[in-house]
């Protein structure tokens, strides 16, 4: 980037032509005589995204009769959540900085363009044409020789007689069950039940088999036997649930922004995280951590050009204790520096700009 503004500045040397189409100062014109655009250069916010999975906990109404009936001791003892790191993500936002604001007077030809918070883009750039997306596939036009089918009626039928039969199931087996568990929790101690629960499961298992098996000399629809299987997988599962308790799971999300300083390193603590209450535990720190390359010097100064962003490669790394979640590099505007390019010796320059960075792109006569 260095060479190719050096090469830049001794073109315009070289050329000598004098007409000035830009001009840049550090305030507006004192007597409003000349237009003067308000500009300025970027800054880089950091926002960083956690996702945490929440895992629930809870214990099994006769999760104490579990290793009495059942050989593998893998059921939930004490209620309880447990949080998990998923992802973490960081995205810069940029900004304009308060602090670089200066003036752009065009001249007669010279276009400008900006960004939506006032950030250089380009100058004398072509506008982009608009060309149709080739993704973008266009809907082919039906004759009426090739129109697409209906439905088949048959499908519909099958559809509702699919719904009819799991709603027969769900009156005659699920419901059913569910009040006779009612009945047993209210009158029997929590051994007898665990001893009829146990009963009810292999009774259902032997359904299933006879369902998924059934007699060769019968012949039974399959989209019934698929739904009553379903039925009986639900009702067993709850049943089971019952030795071995239940998890459920969810994601929860939770944004932090940092501001990036001027110096090489930095450090930043963001919360503290606990494998059991997520951001109120006092457990592990997480951090943020930058690391920036040196930047290059400064030339120039306010006035003597248009002000160009040079930015610092950095190393931005997230973790929490001693574990790194996430690890980008990206280039920062806060920790580099700024050039000032001379202008008024060349007729007609391009120059396109790096929006979020500032960063000089291109040069073009």
């Not at 065009?106 to 380009?122: M, V």
């Not at 005659?172 to 929790?185: A, F, L, P, Q």
């Amino acid at each position: 980037m260095k060479k190719l503004m050096l090469g830049f500045i001794a073109a315009g040397i070289c050329t000598g032509l004098q007409a000035q189409t830009l001009k840049v100062s550090t305030a507006p014109d004192p007597k409003g005589k000349t237009l003067s655009i308000p500009a300025w250069l970027p800054l880089q916010d950091l926002r960083i995204e956690f996702v945490l999975l929440r895992e629930e906990f809870t214990r099994g109404e006769l999760a104490d009769y579990t290793p009495q009936y059942f050989s593998n001791a893998g059921y939930i003892q004490e209620s309880g959540v447990r949080y998990t790191v998923k992802n973490v993500e960081i995205v810069p936002i940029s900004r304009a900085d308060a602090s670089t604001l200066y003036y752009l007077t065009p001249g007669e030809g010279t276009r400008l363009g900006f960004s939506d918070a006032g950030i250089l883009r380009s100058v004398n750039m072509p506008e982009p044409e608009s060309m149709p997306s080739k993704d973008k596939k266009q809907p082919r036009p039906v004759s009426d020789g090739h129109r697409q089918p209906e439905k088949s009626p048959m499908l519909s039928m099958v559809t509702r007689f699919d719904t009819v039969i799991t709603r027969e199931i769900s009156v005659d087996s699920t419901i059913i069950e569910r009040r006779k568990i009612n009945r047993i929790w209210v009158k029997n101690e929590a051994a007898t039940l665990a001893k009829e629960l146990i009963e009810k499961i292999n009774d259902i298992r032997e359904k299933r088999y006879f369902l998924i098996t059934g007699p060769e000399d019968v012949m039974i629809d399959g989209t019934g036997i698929q739904a009553s299987v379903k039925e009986l997988e639900i009702l067993e599962q709850q049943y089971l649930e019952m030795f071995f308790g239940r998890r459920s799971y969810s994601l929860e999300t939770r944004s932090f922004i940092i501001s990036p300083g001027n110096k090489k390193d930095e450090e930043f603590n963001l919360a503290t995280f606990s494998y059991a209450d997520a951001w109120n535990g006092n457990a592990l720190p997480v951090k943020v951590t930058l690391k920036a390359d040196a930047p290059a010097p400064a030339q120039g100064n306010p006035g003597s050009g248009l002000p160009v962003a040079v930015p610092a490669r950095t190393e931005v790394s997230v973790s929490i204790g001693n574990t790194v979640y996430a690890s980008e590099t990206l280039m920062l505007t806060k920790k580099g520096s700024i050039q000032y390019l001379p202008l008024g010796t060349l007729k007609k320059v391009q120059l396109l700009f790096d929006e979020k960075s500032g960063a000089l792109l291109n040069i073009g006569n």
